[in-house]
């Protein structure tokens, strides 16, 4: 034994130590361990210090505190207790810059979350060597490019989120399928392509979360995953899924909530006619909560087994599609169903009482379909309801006085139906009020007129109500607009409607009302944008009180009894003599308005006028015997042209009063414009060319010649038609002014007022210079923006909702807005608008509207890039197709980019660019890159001032976005989009220049 301790032991698993007792030469071993374990761990925390810093040098950021010793205490940064880091957590950080690719040396790293920033660049496929990884959160940043392949080496992964990006290429398959651990994958709001790669292999146990919707998927959902039975979550809408609704995938997930296949191009079952079989599959789905199919030109009818899905189901939307039949009364099985969003089908029969039953039930929206019959009196029961909306259906019988039960109602819209009775007295809103256009009697009931806490606005318009106006208007101190127009109102406004402090909209235009209108009407304190009282029989002076506001920008006192001299000062300094028609007693200093100095020549002045027109027809006829058809000018309505007449006052045929302007003869537009001359052109479109002209007098003006020798005769005529029918029957200072039309066998023109500062499009990009780009600085500062883009929605809102007759432009974009002397914007070009009837304006209006519609059927309806989506699916003409070229059109303004260019540039259209803008915080580069800034010197724009313009160009990409939205039915009405701008440019930005005005004063004068 002495001896082996001695000489040492030989053993495979022990060292020779021939001199040193065993238990020392164990506690040797364990050392040696020991240090290499350390040392080992050293270069961990080494490597990853190092990657950490790589990361800095890539980003800027809150990243201040990333230089101590101890990097375990850096912000964001979380380590285990071998000092390894585990956490990198940054989100909302202000970072810019790139992921640096040494971030994939950080081995034991679970979780990576880089969400809210604007990092920009590719994901680095290193990241997929973070073999630990369990959550990688990159959302709302400015990632691009594809999804790494490498990603699908995250074997841990459990929550994958990229959502805010704008991610390209399709979704890799190894992602999806390698990764069995993830339960969350979350790709949406990107520009990804391809198909849903979820291939029969896929097996992903725990999955619960599927969101890729706001993406361009195509193809159909994969079978596969009817196998993810732990699916609580399936958000596909707004891409380009199609094929037929699955009617086997869903009925093996019981613990689904959340299904959405909205906006996409999915049909039903047989030929698009059977909707049963896909509900029938969502039966065993015991926890549905929402299901959205909506915007799918999903055909056949809703069978009564919808009752028997999910008890928990609280939202149903199937709105935008071709539903047919009737609603099934079964709905009212559905106990907890709060949303149930109809509208825009083709739904007909009765309201079945039983739709009222669910207690919760807080929004119906039936609009827009073939829905007849009364109003249940059952809707009382619903005594959550906030939301009522059946506008444009033929709904008939009495409004029931059960709604006044409903005392959490905030919007009531039935407007356009056939409605008939008196208003029930108890009737209450906190928001909107709308029953126009159906044929309610009576009288306006007091209670109804006192809705103190209405908030946006009253419709009363297009009924039969009669009486005078209740004195409780008054009380009405937090509504923005006010509709009675076109009823049989009687007997004096009443003075107590200047109670309505915050009105912006009044229209009591078309009744008998009488007497004087009251001065306390301009009362109104800095509120009143719009005032219309024409066609009635009020008396007496209008109130100077009125110019008072600064404010109004519009209104219509024609066709009443005032009497008086009208000053041209104040706000009355924005109107003409349109605004005064049918007022023999009034004079003043108003353009176009009569003068009162000349008002005892008046009579003399049109004897002369007469007799020199009589001469002037003797002449013509002469000359028309004796010269070619070449040399002399039609009206504009000529009877060739059989335009339906419209009643509109005394006005001829291009809505200007006979004699005002006289006819053009050809040869004078040949010699304005120097034979059409080159020199001249101004403006080429798709119908003709625009000239500029002088006329022998000085007139400057511009010509609209037709094209003759394209897409046919037919074709051009039509156009013509088109354009004179919508001038005919329109008339706002936000749309262009005929002077005169000439139009022979050979030669169609119209003749319009000369715009001295060109087009919107001129004004965004600048005048064309060498290749093309544009000369010079944009000249679009935000006063301007806000400007021009109030002008255009104010013309539009009045085509869509206060024309004589609705009237649908269809080509809506910045070369057909033009800007007068004064840059106020003018909408022009109205070569392929559509008039739209409306129900009482006689079979004569129906043919109009109809052969209008059938020759646009062979046009391209819009342009490029602005065309509503809907349109290049066959849809038919609509409001909503101009909110949507509207919407385009205000993004173009802010960004200064043509949606053509980010078509081509980016894969995209603006919508998707201002949308990713929004997610992505990147406002204040939007308004650096966007809007000129004024000097320093003359603007002390500091942070206050920089955050005003960034709000206010948030609120714009977020109207723009919302205009634009692919749905029509999600789009604003025209007359909401117009609000909103006016409030935003007399509201938010003109209180901030007030301020920086202020401030520029104080300046100058610290400097004397």
Known sequence: MAKMLLTGISSPNLLVIPTMPRFLALITIAIAVVCSNHASAVDSQASDHTALLSFKSCVWGNLSDWGSPKMCNWSGVTCDSRGRVIY???????????????????????????????????????????????????????????????????????????????????????????????????????????????????????????????????????????????????????NFLGGELPSQMFNTMPSLKYLYLSNNNFSSDGGNTNLEPFLASLVNCTSLEELGVDSNSIGGKIPPMIGNLSTNLTKIYLYDNKITGAIPHAIGNLPLLTDLCLEDNMLEGPIPSEIFQPRWLTRLVLANNQINGEIPKSIGLAQHLNIIHMSYNGLQGTIPGTLSNLTKLGYLVLDHNQLSGAIPPGLSCNMILDLSYNKLTGQIPTGVAGLSNLQLYLNLSSNLLEGPLPLEFGNMDKIQALDLS??????????????????????????????????????LPSSLHVLDVSFNRLTGMIPQSLQASPVLWFANFSYNNFTGEVSSEGAFANLTGDSFLGNPGLCGSILRMVSCRGKHGHLLYIAIIVVVAIAAGLLAMVCIVDHDLMNSCLRLTPLSIQLPHFRIGPDNA?????????????????DATDGFSEVNLIGKGGYGHV???????????????????????????????RECRVLRSIRHRNLIRVITACSTPDFKAVVLPFMPNGSLDGLVHGPPGGGGKPEGPRRLDLDLLLSVASDVAEGVAYLHHHAPVKVVHYDLKPSNVLLDADMTAVVSDFGISKLVAADARGPEMGEASMSVCNSITRLLQGSVGYIAPEYGLGGRPSTQGDVYSFGVMLLEMISGKRPTDVIAEEGHGLPEWA??????HDVDAVVERSLPRDPPSVLPFGPPGREMEAVVVTE???????????????????????????????GTWRKYRATDLKAIEQMKSNKH
């Open 654 to 670: 291009v809505g200007q009063k006979e004699g005002e302007h006289p006819r053009i003869s050809y040869r004078e537009l040949v």
């Open 956 to 986: 714009l990409l977020e109207l723009g976005v919302a205009c634009s939205q692919l749905a029509p039915s999600m789009r604003p009405a025209m007359d909401d989009v117009a609000h909103e701008i006016a409030c935003l440019r007399d």
């Open 915 to 920: 949308r990713n803008r929004r997610l992505q």
């Open 486 to 523: 076109a009823n049989k109102l009687s007997g004096a406004i009443p003075a107590q409607i200047k109670g309505c402090a915050g009105v912006e909209y009044v229209n009591l235009s078309r009744n008998f009302l009488q007497g004087t209108l009251p001065s306390s009407i301009g009362a």
């Open 88 to 238: 990198l957590l940054l989100s909302n950080s202000n970072l810019t810059g790139v992921i640096s690719p040494a971030i994939g040396n950080l081995s034991a790293l679970r979780r990576l979350d880089l969400q809210s920033n604007q990092l920009s660049g590719s994901i680095p496929p290193e990241l997929g060597m973070l073999s630990q990884l369990e959550e990688l959160n990159l959302n709302i940043n400015l990632l691009n490019g594809p999804i790494p392949e490498a990603l699908g080496l995250l074997k841990s992964i459990a929550y994958l989120s990229m959502y805010g990006n704008n991610l390209t290429g399709s979704i890799p398959e190894a992602v999806v399928c390698n990764c069995s651990s993830l339960t969350h994958i979350n790709l949406r709001t990107n520009s990804l392509t391809g198909e849903i790669p979820f291939s029969a292999r896929c097996r992903l146990p725990y999955i619960k979360k599927i969101i890729l919707y706001e993406n361009r998927l195509v193809g159909t959902i994969p079978s596969s995953i009817s196998n993810f039975t732990s699916l609580d979550w399936v958000l596909l809408q707004s």
């Open 691 to 721: 000239y500029r002209g002088v006329l022998h007098g000085g007139t400057e003006i511009a010509v609209k010649v037709l094209h003759q020798d394209q897409v046919g005769g037919e074709v051009i005529a039509g156009s013509f038609e």
